[in-house]
């Protein structure tokens, strides 16, 4: 039977060792720093070769709970769903944006709001935000990515169906005021509805995104593409990313391609020096969201879009 002295040694040794191996730990981030992992919020990207994966991701402090708060998901008539919190109440007669927020390949509502905490910013605001959820975690963005754009998903009909099954469900909606937000495959889903749906969505924020298809045009775009230099996925300077079988055009070509469908179009572009994330501060310079939030507040469509909530319309 051992000594009380070497039982207290084993203990001595393995406290050493935890300790050790909490401080490697702390420094595997991207830069050496742990904060740096919280900062460069990875969000859903697939491995490569395999099916959307579901990686874990790093959020603001408190973000998990503010999840696991959100109620549960609403049916369309046509089958798919999406995710519609509970709206704060609102003063009598207010008219409340709308802001559809869109998941990566591979990601999931959740961990969007995990890292955009967007319910308890639209409560600050006075906006409703909905979620929609893509078909096994892919949107058909014209060009990328997975199986809805494989099997051609018509992502654009579901985000008009769903904006106007809030309008139903929500009072006070101002469709002057509906925006889009995603990141990665979510990004590109909202570029490319800015551009089938001028008419309906007013501005939009994308990170990590491209524009992977032809742009329709048709009515001015807003569109903010905030963008990481070091991204190896969705390349900065462009490029094929083979496993996801699209090539990128460079993220500054962008203003000059909408520009060229869409005149009066105002596309701006926001870089930091991180990779392919969702950034939240630290090492990337900069909180995503909130620069988001700011944009799209400057943009509203000029007059409502009579005919823009039947699936198929709005151009």
């Not at 939240?280 to 090492?283: A, F, L």
């Given at each position: 039977?051992p000594?009380?002295?070497r039982?207290?040694?084993a203990?001595?040794?393995?406290?050493?060792?935890?300790?050790?191996?909490?401080?490697?730990g702390g420094c595997?981030g991207?830069?050496?720093d742990?904060?740096d992992?919280?900062?460069?919020?990875r969000?859903?990207?697939?491995?490569?070769?395999?099916?959307?994966?579901?990686?874990?991701?790093?959020?603001?402090?408190?973000?998990?709970?503010a999840?696991?708060?959100?109620?549960?998901?609403?049916r369309?008539a046509?089958?798919?769903?999406?995710?519609?919190?509970?709206?704060?109440?609102?003063?009598l007669?207010?008219?409340r944006p709308?802001?559809?927020?869109?998941?990566?390949f591979?990601?999931?509502?959740?961990?969007?709001?995990?890292l955009g905490?967007?319910?308890?910013?639209?409560a600050?605001r006075?906006?409703?935000v909905?979620?929609?959820?893509?078909?096994?975690r892919?949107?058909d963005?014209?060009?990328?990515?997975?199986?809805?754009?494989?099997?051609r998903?018509?992502d654009?009909?579901y985000?008009t169906?769903?904006v106007?099954?809030?309008r139903?469900?929500?009072?006070g909606?101002?469709p002057?005021?509906?925006y889009?937000t995603?990141f990665?495959?979510?990004?590109?889903m909202?570029l490319?509805?800015l551009?089938e749906?001028?008419r309906l969505?007013a501005?939009g924020?994308?990170?990590?995104?491209?524009l992977v298809g032809?742009?329709?045009?048709g009515?001015?775009?807003?569109?903010?593409?905030?963008h990481?230099?070091?991204?190896a996925?969705?390349?900065?300077?462009?490029?094929?990313?083979?496993?996801l079988?699209?090539t990128?055009?460079?993220?500054s070509?962008?203003?000059?391609t909408?520009?060229?469908?869409?005149?009066?179009s105002?596309?701006?572009?926001?870089s930091?020096p991180?990779g392919?994330?969702?950034p939240?501060?630290?090492?990337c310079?900069?909180?995503?969201?909130?620069?988001?939030?700011?944009?799209l507040?400057?943009?509203?469509l000029p007059s409502p879009p009579h005919?823009a909530?039947?699936?198929?319309?709005?151009?």
């Open positions: 039977m000594s009380r002295r039982v207290r040694l203990a001595l040794v393995s406290g050493v060792l935890t300790l050790a191996a909490t401080a490697l595997a991207p830069g050496g742990g904060r992992r919280a900062a460069e919020a969000v859903g990207t697939p491995t490569t070769g395999a099916t959307p994966a579901s990686p874990a991701t790093a959020g603001p402090p408190g973000a998990r709970q999840s696991a708060a959100l109620p549960g998901q609403v369309l046509s089958g798919r769903e999406y995710v519609l919190p509970r709206p704060a109440p609102a003063r007669g207010a008219r709308l802001l559809l927020v869109l998941h990566s591979g990601g999931t509502w959740r961990r969007m709001e995990h905490q967007f319910q308890e910013r639209a600050r006075g906006y409703v909905a979620y929609g959820i893509g078909a096994r892919s949107w963005a014209a060009g990328c990515c997975g199986w809805s754009n494989a099997h998903a018509k654009v009909e985000l169906d769903v106007a099954d809030v139903r469900r929500v009072p909606i101002d002057r005021r509906i889009l995603g990665s495959n979510g990004a590109m909202t490319h509805a551009c749906r001028p969505f501005a924020v994308g990170v990590a995104g491209a032809r742009c329709r045009g009515a001015p775009i807003h569109y903010l593409e905030i990481g230099t070091s991204d996925v969705v390349p900065y300077d462009g490029g094929r990313t083979d496993w079988h699209a990128f055009p460079p993220v070509d962008l203003p000059g909408i520009a060229d469908r869409a005149p009066g105002v596309v701006k572009i926001r930091h991180c392919h994330v969702w939240v501060g630290g090492r310079h900069l909180d995503a969201a909130a620069i988001g939030w700011e944009f507040r400057r943009y509203a005919h909530y039947r699936t198929g319309t709005g151009r």
